[in-house]
Each structure stands twice: as structure tokens, then as C-alpha cells.
């Protein structure tokens, strides 16, 4: 039997009850006097109302889909969508006057006019408008003829939004409606945790979820979710699925939480994944038809698992999904990751579930863990014990058949599910997201697909980074509906078309809004090098270091000092960081271009070939692309990091010729961008950054273990015999 009420339990941020400050709350206020329905990915989660002291929730039970009584709003509730903040606003945004383009209400929060909703209420043909938010995380609003009818925070789950009884189809949920979209017609059946074998007979705990209401006999297909955080954790969000007619499987890998072994990260993901879909297929209400979603961690799960060819494995949805150790993680360009990779190894070493306090930086402090010797040490000292992951890294500090067996691209031959694949220009996992898309395209996956925006490793969250400011459509609304049309089409078989689509979507900062392409990188981009020249004194931005068209015949080569008890420290992350003051710097040679006479666009895979030499026996190289304005600011677009040794292959490491020129062709982050006119294209080259990588000691000796470093001269060679250049992925201007 169908049910007909909508359920979906959010989690996320936890919400408070007490408001932040309850003198600001009016009585008069009319969004006291509102009765809001709760919809969370589209799914009815009852009523939500506002007194002067509390929230006010109206649950509906899971499984029966029945209304429950109005209490109180859980203090340990999980959900995105911030209640108290707005119930502690509420006459803030009673007392605005939503009129013109822009407003910025009492509290300094400042909203833009963005779209409209159009519906027949009652009988007249009504209008919204729906204001959105600049700032931090989107809380964006929906008003009809002035005052406020919605509230909604977008995320990469789905959007969670609190509506006028009555006046859904005039906000974004008008979107959940589409009639080839699965609907939520089912409460949510939970079997339970089963202890699911492995073939080596480890155990790996696995929830189970049904659509509540079906048939007697009734087989459906299944979406897998398979966690190293906990499958606790979010539960709820996951089981959404269920009451869209899935069944739905939550598993803790390995050795976390409540599932037996030892994890090992990376290595028994895929094999991990074919035994648990064996399972999947061999229980009475499964129809044989398997999906998977990950993100993360869990993205480099479910790709891993789209290697082992399972023939039962018919849909794939990674999002911002970590890469192969070598590409992305633990040795990343070959070099040895630190901050990132360090704070998640750490996190997973001190017990059975995620310390989220070390993984945020909270508990380790991060500078004095990335200068820690030896390295190999690091958790002793960090956290009092030892890590198994980082002590086995420690013994493998060559590319060989451990790492081999982790690299997901040795078996992308075996590949042929369809996968769509979801990241950002901020997302600080974007190698591991280009090698997934290198590997669909060099095997000609059919159905894959690909959409990047302008988002972090948590997608689709806010409209302003740092001093970045994107379009307000660079946080979208139907996010969470493309990844179930995604497994409507290749689990149900529903024609919805979105395998009909151009194969790429992406979002362009500077233009700020979206284009298609018929590929990644877009078929229509002309790959266009340009060539780095000088006089020899490009040591950092007040050098004379050029990016020019043309190789120049006569370019002095440039050289710097590097001391790996100096390194660079930029903050790491993959977002857009004014790297002016680091650009003083002696250290970094810097080429840049002549002021743009016209708007230049970007979009797809950059690279880099780059010449060069040093007196040490290895070294790293850390090349990086930024937009430079009229006032100076040089905003990073994309960079990366190699170690020297590596510049034959993994598989065939090789120490330098102290002086010796060597080529290097050296991949970097995807992006999509558009330079203003009267701006610059910069390109830098140095040999460390802090937060990446440990300094490399320049020595040769096994990293893990070295405690002796050596100060080296690099020299970076330009003209017509050693052409160093950057490849940029130029498109049409629109």
C-alpha cells in the first residue's frame, strides 16, 4: 500500500533550541502566526512552528507515515536547514521590505532578487520571488507579494525548506514534482544490521532499508552506500531513498565501526564492493539491479567497486571523489601528502569511528604536525600511538603491488557502468575527480557524465568564497533530483532523458554561469600554450618573468634557492587564495602575461611542461595558475605538485643528475574561467608548499625516514631548445 504523506529526516549541522537571542523575537511578528510545512529532498517531515520561546515540530513516524504530536525541536536534531537561527530573526525579516534588486536586511545579511516560481493558489494565478543568499551558506528566501513563505538551505542531500502550508509548488519543491521522477510514496522499513561476509571471512556490518508498502513479493532495485565515518551518521539522509522506492544498504567498511578487520585504505574497497553486491543480488526483495553513491572517501569506494566489472553494478554517482593514492592522497604526484592526508589518518587511528576533532585541526594543532621528524613518527607524537595506515605507507615508499592494487586506473579497462560524476573548481579532492574522468574517457564509458561547479569539497553550499563572488545560480536547487534521475534511468529504467544530455556541465566564474559541452574538457576548446620568457631575474612578482605566445629564441634561464627549512606556506586547501604575498617571495620565479586587451575563457584539463634542473638528487616542483587583477592580486585558479624522480612514471623512480635539464609534464586541477579584460594570466613555479606535501630534503632517502635535508639551486630553462609552457583549454567568448 502507498502511502501518500512525505518523509525525509535531514542531517547536517546540529540544531539548537535555544534561540541566540530571544529579545529579538516579536509577538506581532505574522511568521509567528505561520503554520510551515517541513519538506527535506522533497519529503514531507511535518510542521515546524515558531513561539516567542521555542521551535515547534511536528515529526511524522518513519515508517507509518503518520503525523506525530507537536513538540519541542529535538536539541540534537540534524538538520541543515538553521531553525533557530531564523526563529531568532524572525522579526528581522518580517520588518524588510522585499522590493528591488537587492536587500540587506537589519542584521547585515544580504540578499539578491534571483528567480520566480509561478503556481495557481486557491484558484489565482500567484507569483513568488525567491531572494538569495550572499555570504556563507545559503539560506536562501521565497516572498509572494512582500512578506517571507519559505525558508531553505540547498546542500549537496537535497534542499531543506520550511513553506507556508499550502504554498509549496510557488518555492523550489515545485522541482520534486517532475512526473518521471521517482516520488516519495513509501514510509521507510528497517530490517536491521547484518554481519555480511567478505571472501576472507571478514564480517562488515550492513543496514538494511526497504520501501515500506509494497507488494507482498515485490523486488526492487538497490543503491549502496558503503562508509569508513560511521554508517550511523547519516542514516537518515540515506534511507531518503527508500521512500522513493529503493532499497537502500549502509555498510561500514572494514574495520570501522561496528564492522570486523582492519582498514587499510584504498585497498579493499573493490573487492570489498563485489562480494557486498553478491550479497545485495541473492536477497529475495532484490531485483538483481545494484547503484552506488559516494562521496569523499566513500567516492573513491564506489569507483574502486565500478573496477571489479560486477555485472549486477548498473549505476554510479561519485561525488568530489579522493583518487588514487599516487594521483591524490597519500603520495600525490608522487610527493608524500601532509596536512590533508595526515589530520583523515590520524582521525581513523584512534579508535573504531572518526575523530572529526583531529580531522578538523581542532585537537592536533597542523603546523606542529607537518613539522615533526621523522615522519614516520608523526602519530606517536601527535596522538600517543601508532597509526597502522601511516606504518604501513611507511613501508611501501616506492610504487609497487601494494600501491598498484589501490591505483583504480590499473584495472579501468573493467569499467562499464554508467557514472556520473559530480565536483568543483574548490574541491581539494579535483585530481582524483579528473583521474575517474580520464579513466571513463580513455575506456569510452557510454553513459558518463560530469557536472562541476563553482563548489567545495562540500558542493553546492554557498555563492561567496574568501573575495570571490559567483552568479547566484552557482548554487543550484535541483542537485540532489539530478543524482535520483541518475539511478531513475539506469536502475528503473525511466526515460527521463538525462542520458540524452550534453555529457558536461560546468559552471564559468567570471562570466558566472553555466555552459554545456558534448565532452570534459569541451569539445570546443582549443588547447593553447603559453610560453614562459625573461631575462633571468623572475624571482617572484617584481621580476621580470613574461608569459608570451611565442617561445622566445634568446630567454635567460632563471634560477632559485630552495631550503626545505623554508617552505611555502599557502593555506593547502584548493580554494581561491590571493597569492600576492607569497609571491614575494625569492623562491618562487613568477611569469605573467600583458594586461588582456579582451576577456579570455578557460575550461577543462590544464597541463604543464616545464624544463628544469637542480643541484640536489631529487626534488619537488609545484607549478600554479592565478588570475592577476588591476590592483595587483594574484587570486589562484589551479596548481599541483610532482616529485622529480617520478618524471619517467611511478614505475620507474630515478634520481637526478645534479645540473641535468629534465622535462616534466606536469597535469593541474580542472577549472573553468574567465579573464576580465585589463587582467593578467600568471604562472609560478617553486618547490614546496607546506600544507600539501612535507618539503621535499632533496636528498633522495626514503621520506618517511630522512631527517637530513639539503638546500639546493633550481633552475627553470625557457626559450626555443627548452620551451616550458602552460596548456590552457581556451573557449569561445560568449
Partial sequence: MKRSLRLWAATGCVCSNKFADRGLLQMNSYLQQTSFNFY?????????RFTDKEVMHAKVDTRRRTQMQENVLDAGAKYVLPLTRIAGQLHVYTDAEWAGDEVILKNGDKYQKHITYQAEISGVERTSQVWAYRGGTALDIVT?????????????????????????????????????LSQPEYGVNDLGTYLVPMRDGVKLATDVFLPEGLEPGTKVPTILVRTCYDRNGKKEIFMRWANKGYAVISQDV?????????????????????????????????????????????????????????????????????????????????????????????????????DFDIFGGITVDPEAAVDARPIRDIPQQM??????????????????????????????DQVKVPMYVISGWYDGDSPGVSETWRMLTEHDVKS????????????????DLLDVSFGNDAVVYDYDISVLRWFDRFLKGIPNGIDQEPRASYYVVGENRWRTSEDWTPAEAKVTPFY??????????LGDGRLVMEPEEHSAADTYIYNPADPVADSGEREPENMRKHELRSDIVVYTSEPLAEKLTIAGELSAVIYAASSGLDTDWVVTLSDVNEQGDSIRLSNYIVRAKYRHGLEQPQLLVPGQVERYDIFLQNIAHSFAAGHRVRFTVTSSSKFVAFPNTNTGNNPYEDTEAVIVQQTICHNQEYPSHIKLPVVPNF
Fill in 144 to 180: 509572494l507579494d512582500g512578506e517571507v513563505i519559505a525558508f531553505l538551505t540547498p546542500n549537496r542531500y537535497g534542499i531543506e525548506l520550511i513553506v507556508k502550508a499550502g504554498y509549496e509548488q510557488l518555492t523550489p519543491l515545485a522541482l520534486y514534482a517532475e512526473p518521471l
Fill in 448 to 463: 558518463r557524465k560530469i557536472r562541476l561547479g563553482a563548489w567545495e569539497h562540500g558542493p553546492n553550499r554557498a555563492r
Fill in 40 to 48: 527535506c529532498s522533497g519529503i514531507y517531515s511535518g510542521t515546524i
Fill in 383 to 412: 596522538i600517543g600511538r601508532t597509526s597502522g595506515p601511516w606504518e604501513l605507507w611507511s613501508q611501501h615508499p616506492e610504487y609497487d603491488d601494494f600501491w598498484r592494487n589501490c591505483t583504480f586506473t590499473e584495472r579501468g
Fill in 532 to 541: 614562459l620568457g625573461g631575462d633571468g631575474r623572475a624571482n617572484s612578482s
Fill in 254 to 354: 572494514r574495520g570501522r565501526a561496528d564492522s570486523e578487520g582492519e582498514l587499510i585504505p584504498f585497498y579493499n574497497e573493490r573487492d570489498d564492493g563485489y562480494d557486498t553486491i553478491d550479497w545485495i543480488i541473492a536477497q529475495e526483495w532484490s531485483d538483481g539491479k545494484v547503484g552506488m553513491w559516494g562521496a569523499s572517501y566513500l567516492g573513491y569506494v564506489v569507483v574502486a567497486a565500478a573496477t571489479s566489472g560486477h555485472p549486477n553494478l548498473l549505476a554510479v554517482v561519485d561525488e568530489v571523489n579522493v583518487g588514487s593514492p599516487f594521483v591524490d592522497t597519500a603520495r600525490k604526484g608522487g610527493t608524500l601528502c601532509s596536512w590533508p592526508l595526515l589530520s583523515w589518518t590520524l582521525a581513523q587511528s584512534v579508535g573504531t569511528r572518526t
